[in-house]
């Protein structure tokens, strides 16, 4: 490295943090309104430590709510995230798989149809999609939040692209040792996949859990409500004043799960986030 | 690229694709037809039946003065989220990069906005400048700015901007970083004992090999804040005041299920396919060239 100055150095530390403060204000700010009394919070400004009020803001929102306690909420975005990470990569690695290991008739058409799933997110094609749900009475069920978002191809392509990369031979040994295809599958081609699996995993968790729109226009009953969508459905209508603490505890509670799968799993997540994009 | 060893039959591949191919068909090729066939129709207002106008629904909306202006507000939307994400994220990656200790901390510290989704992000802006509590609105007050984003457009624009391109300098951040490691040293080493200051280097050598990373996430930044800022914008502004933060993907959502008007919903869909697919020939042409690097 050139020019390692101590005035330099110190200056970019210095940056860095002012960087880091700016960027953490948001957060911070929400922690300590989660953890003052409502009065404190009206009356501005409110204060910028937090206060002595944490379990009995986060228990109220975690076991009353506004509409629905946020631990049910919590859960409906668990098993949504879940549903979706999980869904995605067993339908793609069963695509891929076939895209890659076959010759069979109809596989470029095949190949084609999955490949233009790419180009429209669910939020151009809401009314339709709604419309096919609601006849299936798929509204207010795990099923209709899971199954639409599963129907794109970015994991059935970046499987392609790594099962492209794994060596002929593997699976010439393993037609001379008379392993069925499916054999190969399991005992090869999945145990290799490991890393890729867990970096999309880490990816689609995220991107399940942050839905927004789509739970808002099928989950009617609060029952079912998922804790990124809940949040708006807290403010009350009209002139009523919003139960901040609690509000904020539960965007909190929001984001404590993704920020955990992320910063703990930091590695397989850029790694992850370089090959989905790239 | 194919493989030169593969297994023999079609029972077993169908039976594997199957899944991915029915949902496909059901949950993408079949509304997405159904969005083109609607486009072509208008209801009547009891929605008992409906009279085909063929592109009479995309000739209301481009000669409507609602759609043209929503153009508008999505286009000036998308540039200043572009910018505002981009510019931060790059300028900390050159001063984390300049680190050798430390910089996988504040890298840690640095991603956490990743993984608040829009739509908390936009409650958490919205708590700081809300006209009655927020913080920051009550500090410009005192400065004798009177913050008010929900009669002002103009600062609705700007909160929305700011809420949406907060969680992407994290994003941005990632990629400019692992970019800038890749640098080789050994050029920067050189331009210094040639006597290049840091700014020459940094925009004679760096920026220009940094161009792929960045060209790539201005079309992944675009794509971004024309489809997943729906929940900042929803939270925040609902799209006012006066539809002056109405972006194309809110109207598709306002006009169709709050308005009903399913006609121009769904050619305002096929509008947004249109846009949607040019973008990602745009990126899949880059991704092309890349390859030859």
């Given at each position: 490295m050139v020019e390692k100055r101590g005035a330099g150095l110190w200056l970019t530390h210095v940056f860095m943090i002012l960087g880091v403060l700016v960027i953490f204000f948001p957060i911070w700010l929400a922690f300590v309104a989660s953890t003052v009394t409502q009065p404190e919070i009206v009356r501005p400004p409110m204060p910028l430590w937090p206060g002595d009020q944490f379990w009995e803001n986060y228990s109220a929102a975690l076991f009353?709510?506004?509409?629905?306690?946020v631990s049910t909420m919590l859960i409906n975005s668990l098993v949504m995230a879940i549903g979706i990470a999980v869904g995605k990569i067993v339908i793609s690695l069963l695509s891929a798989f076939a895209i890659v290991y076959f010759r069979f008739p109809g596989r470029n058409i095949f190949f084609w149809m999955i490949f233009l799933t790419l180009m429209l997110p669910v939020e151009v094609r809401i009314v339709p999609t709604y419309e096919v749900v609601a006849g299936f009475g798929m509204l207010n069920s795990y099923s209709g939040l899971i199954f639409p978002l599963i129907a794109s191809a970015t994991a059935t392509f970046l499987f392609r692209q790594f099962f492209l990369t794994i060596p002929d031979e593997l699976a010439e040994a393993a037609r001379v040792d008379g392993a069925s295809p499916m054999r190969f599958f399991w005992d090869i081609v999945v145990p290799m996949s490991r890393t890729n699996v867990a970096a999309l995993f880490v990816i689609l968790f995220i991107y399940g859990w942050n839905q927004y729109l789509w739970p808002l226009l099928i989950t009617t009953d609060p029952e079912m409500n998922t804790i990124v969508m809940g949040i708006k459905q807290m403010f009350p209508s009209g002139d009523d004043v919003a139960d901040w603490p609690v509000i904020m505890a539960t965007s909190i509670l929001a984001m404590i799960p993704p920020v955990i799968v992320v910063v703990g799993m930091q590695r397989l997540f850029i790694r992850g986030l370089v090959d989905s994009e790239k | 690229m194919e493989k030169r060893v593969t297994f023999r039959g079609w029972m077993l591949p169908a039976l594997l694709i199957a899944p991915q191919v029915i949902i496909s068909a059901v949950f993408f090729f079949y509304p997405a037809g159904q969005a083109i066939w609607q486009s072509l129709f208008i209801p009547d207002p009891f929605g008992l039946s409906s009279q085909f106008v063929g592109l009479g629904n995309f000739e209301f909306l481009l000669t409507d003065r609602f759609y043209r202006a929503s153009f508008l507000t999505t286009a000036v939307f998308s540039i200043l989220v572009t910018l505002c994400s981009m510019i931060p994220a790059l300028f900390l990656a050159v001063i984390a990069d300049r680190l050798i200790k430390g910089s996988g901390v504040y890298r840690t510290l640095l991603?956490?906005?990743?993984?608040?989704?829009p739509a908390v992000a936009g409650v958490l802006w919205l708590f700081m400048f809300n006209t009655r509590v927020g913080v920051v609105s009550w500090y410009l007050g005192n400065l004798g700015y009177d913050w008010n984003h929900v009669l002002n457009g103009g600062e609705a624009m700007g909160l929305v901007v700011v809420a949406s391109a907060w969680g992407r300098i994290s994003y941005n951040f990632l990629f400019f970083f692992a970019a800038l490691q890749a640098v080789p040293r050994s050029v920067i080493e050189a331009a210094a004992i040639d006597g290049a200051r840091f700014w020459t280097r940094f925009w004679t050598i760096v920026l220009p090999l940094l161009s792929p990373t960045t060209f790539f996430l201005l079309v992944v930044n675009v794509v971004y804040s024309f489809f997943e800022t729906f929940g900042v914008i929803h939270t925040i502004t609902a799209g006012g005041p006066q539809q002056s933060t109405t972006i194309l993907v809110y109207k598709v959502f306002s006009d169709g299920f709050v308005g009903q008007d399913l006609g121009s919903s769904s050619a305002q869909s096929v509008i947004l396919l249109i846009v949607v697919g040019l973008l990602t020939i745009i990126q899949f042409k880059f991704i092309e060239k890349r390859v030859h690097y």
């Open positions: 009353s709510g506004v509409n629905v306690p | 991603i956490w906005p990743y993984a608040v989704a």
